[in-house]
Nanobody
Framework: QVQLVESGGGLVQAGGSLRLYCAASGDTLSSYIMGWSRQAPGKERESVAAVSGNGGKTYYANSVKGRFTISRDNAKNAVWLQMNSLKPEDTAVYYC????????????????????WGQGTQVTVSS
């Protein structure tokens, strides 16, 4: 099973950008779908973005489409989430996840059941 550690969160003004980084270890990263989810205080965990094992397929939640970009480099065991045009409603703890199932709508929409998750990194967007 893969172990994940996120970094890159912080405090940013609305309209600004942040780039989250997820370092993976323990297994061959190309065997896993990788993704990001987030959880704001008092709200349910929300799937944000996902990328297939070879990077050829991506998924974005409607709330972040056009503003966030997920990418991966299997040789570096790394996944990134570039977040632009940030809004106060993007404030949340962001988690990097990995799953070994086949890419598909069920897998993407059931991130809470994924194999592995990191400890999270806080993103705060001020208005």
């Amino acid at each position: 099973q893969v172990q994940l550690v996120e970094s890159g969160g912080g405090l940013v003004q609305a309209g600004g950008s942040l780039r989250l980084y997820c370092a993976a270890s323990g297994d061959t990263l190309s065997s896993y779908i990788m993704g990001w989810s987030r959880q704001a205080p008092g709200k349910e965990r929300e799937s944000v973005a996902a990328v297939s094992g070879n990077g050829g397929k991506t998924y974005y939640a409607n709330s972040v489409k056009g503003r966030f970009t997920i990418s991966r480099d299997n040789a570096k065991n790394a996944v990134w989430l570039q977040m632009n045009s940030l809004k106060p409603e993007d404030t949340a703890v962001y988690y990097c996840g990995a799953d070994s199932r086949v890419w598909g709508p069920i897998t993407i929409t059931s991130m809470t059941a994924w194999d592995s998750w990191g400890q999270g990194t806080q993103v705060t967007v001020s208005s």
